[in-house]
């Protein structure tokens, strides 16, 4: 599944709406085909989009923001204060996580899905 077809203008949101649509396409034998669509607030309710780890286990966020930013070296998403909060919530929390990664383990997260 394609994430993001222009890397360069990803955001939370764009990803969001891109699974909720690619889940809405889906159906099987036990699994009637069903209606999802992003649910953001606007106006005075609009709430804060929750970061990709709120949705995905942490295994699964790391190897989708190696696939959105391909072209991109672990140090620069580390440095980078939206990417972090928008895939885990807390820069903090990001860099723990991809601080954790060595180069190996880093690029075997793209090799694994191409």
Do not use: H
């Not at 180069?103 to 191409?114: C, F, G, P, R, Y």
């Amino acid at each position: 599944m394609t994430i993001n077809p222009e890397p360069d203008n990803v955001s939370a949101e764009d990803i969001g709406n891109t699974i909720a649509a690619k889940f809405s396409q889906f159906e099987s034998d036990s699994f009637k085909r069903q209606r999802f669509e992003l649910n953001m607030l606007t106006g005075p309710e609009k709430k804060e989009m929750k970061p990709v780890n709120y949705f995905l286990l942490d295994d699964d966020v790391l190897t989708l923001l190696r696939i959105v930013y391909s072209e991109a070296t672990k140090e620069e998403l580390m440095e980078d204060e939206d990417v972090m909060m928008q895939f885990f919530g807390s820069s903090t929390c990001g860099r723990k996580f991809l601080g954790s990664l060595n180069e190996l383990k880093w690029e075997l997260l793209l090799d694994a899905v191409v």
